[in-house]
Nanobody
Framework: QVQVVESGGGSVQAGGSLRLSCVVSALIYCSYDMSWHRQAPGKEREFVSGTGSDGSTIYADSVKGRFTFSQDFAKNTVYLQMNSLKPEDTAMYYC?????????????WGRGTLVTVSS
């Protein structure tokens, strides 16, 4: 009923940039509450950026000033522009959408896109 598909990952050198995209296709209602998360090898998944309850964009401290979250409501797409990448940004990046099945909210995750930053 819902597909969340990330793209745009790749391998870059430190200081480089990448732009991730995430498209949501659904037969049920999915809200504008979408966010990016990442999981580095051997570590837990962590929040990167998304929309707060007041509609503002929030970022993890580790990416503030380097990453930019944006959203195209008409296309059900969110983006993550990542600049000044660091080796510690290496991770699988996941997109999450909040959808509603019979009125019940549920988190729907994509399969992720891999970002590798070399020093």
């Amino acid at each position: 009923q819902v597909q969340v598909v990330e793209s745009g990952g790749g391998s870059v050198q430190a200081g480089g940039s990448l732009r991730l995209s995430c498209v949501v296709s659904a037969l049920i209602y999915c809200s504008y509450d979408m966010s990016w998360h990442r999981q580095a090898p051997g570590k837990e998944r962590e929040f990167v950026s998304g929309t707060g309850s007041d509609g503002s964009t929030i970022y993890a401290d580790s990416v503030k000033g380097r990453f930019t979250f944006s959203q195209d409501f008409a296309k059900n797409t969110v983006y993550l522009q990542m600049n000044s990448l660091k080796p510690e940004d290496t991770a699988m990046y996941y997109c999450k959408s909040v959808c509603y099945n019979k009125g019940n909210p549920m988190d729907v995750w994509g399969r992720g896109t891999l970002v590798t930053v070399s020093s």
